[in-house]
């Protein structure tokens, strides 16, 4: 059973930290391109962060770099995201999203239920 499990939001003041954790099985992670995206209700979902299957690349949307960093763990089937000096405007559901790096004939993606961030004094 295919499954990602998103871990770690809250509330938090401007300015604070969170890290938020995925937890994947059912698949072989180590062969997965892995993003976090964020959505806050009535707009679309956004590519926050990025990164290949290996760890070797990441990348990032303009408004969180230098803020967040995105990690994994391929031994413990985790990727993370790291969110440091958030603002009120990071707020919103945070999903996890496994996409195969060499899909071949077939792609495969998965999503997460997601994690409510909310920044807010």
């Known amino acids: 059973q295919v499954q990602l499990v998103e871990s770690g939001g809250g509330l938090v003041q401007p300015g604070g930290s969170l890290r938020l954790s995925c937890a994947a099985s059912g698949f072989t992670f180590s062969a997965y391109n892995m993003r976090w995206y964020r959505q806050v209700s009535g707009k679309e979902r956004e590519l926050v962060a990025s990164i290949t299957s290996t760890g070797g690349t990441t990348s990032y949307v303009d408004s969180v770099k230098g803020r967040f960093t995105i990690s994994r763990d391929n031994a413990k089937n985790t990727v993370y995201l790291q969110m440091n000096s958030l603002k009120p405007e990071d707020t919103a559901v945070y999903t996890c999203?496994?996409?195969?790096?060499?899909?071949?004939?077939?792609?495969?993606?998965?999503w997460g239920q997601g994690t409510q961030v909310t920044v807010s004094s």
């Open positions: 999203n496994a996409v195969r790096a060499n899909p071949g004939w077939v792609q495969l993606a998965y």
